[in-house]
């Protein structure tokens, strides 16, 4: 009898401690800005964490052009991912990148296509890069891509969620078109993490 009860216990320990393991919660926050026009559209990521390698998605994102426009105006990709650039314009659209993250031997043109027809590629290398087309020259997007498969773009109002981080201490990462990086460290609890964070120019 004690036998059993001593390895229901145990069961029981062992089944809580998988739960609080695969539990994960969000971080929530809000982006202030000092100098920028908008709180919109800023990257936040969390840095590369030791010991974790994150494959290649399996699944492709899309980055359409629409009414000569990049849309999302900022896409954030895990390192890896293969972006389907799509022209869903009457127009032929081009998309090449001058850089990423200021390195000039990373820059790509991907051609000219008509509507309906899309350009793949795929993105290993972690940074950001300006999205032109040299149709139209009014036309500017953004690609991020970043170490994990934990970020998200702010809103207007500048809040952001990253959804379902396990509990850690992590680097939380901005990336944001006109503002300087910025870098602070979260602890993400079972339940999550709320964080503030200050971009400037
Ligand atoms: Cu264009």
């Known amino acids: 009898m004690r036998g059993i009860l001593k390895s229901s216990a145990i069961t029981l320990l062992a089944i809580f401690a998988l739960t609080v ?12 800005v000092q100098g920028l ?13 030791a010991g974790k390698d994150f494959p290649a998605p399996a699944q ?12 999302p105006h900022v896409l954030v990709v895990l390192k890896g991912t293969t972006v ?20 000039k031997k990373l820059a790509h043109n991907l051609g000219t296509w008509p509507q309906g027809q899309k350009k793949s590629f795929q993105f290993n290398d972690l940074g950001g890069g300006r ?3 040299n149709v139209h020259p009014e036309m500017a997007g953004y690609i991020v891509v970043v170490p994990t498969p934990y970020f998200a773009v702010t809103e207007k109002d500048g809040t952001f969620d990253i ?10 990462i901005t990336w944001s078109e006109e503002g300087k990086p910025t870098s602070q460290a979260v602890d993400v609890a079972a339940t999550g993490a709320s ?7």
């Open 84 to 103: 389907d650039f799509l022209n869903s314009d009457p127009v032929g659209h081009n998309v090449y990148w001058p850089s990423i993250s200021g390195n």
């Open 131 to 133: 999205l032109l087309c």
């Open 21 to 32: 393991e695969g539990r994960a919660g969000d971080i929530k926050g809000k982006v202030t």
């Open 163 to 172: 959804k379902d981080v396990p509990p850690g201490h992590y680097m939380l």
């Open 195 to 201: 964080v503030n964070l200050t971009v400037k120019k």
């Open 37 to 49: 026009k908008s709180a919109e559209n800023i990257a936040v990521y969390l840095d590369t964490i």
């Open 60 to 71: 492709s994102v899309t980055m359409d052009q629409k009414s000569l426009k990049f849309v």
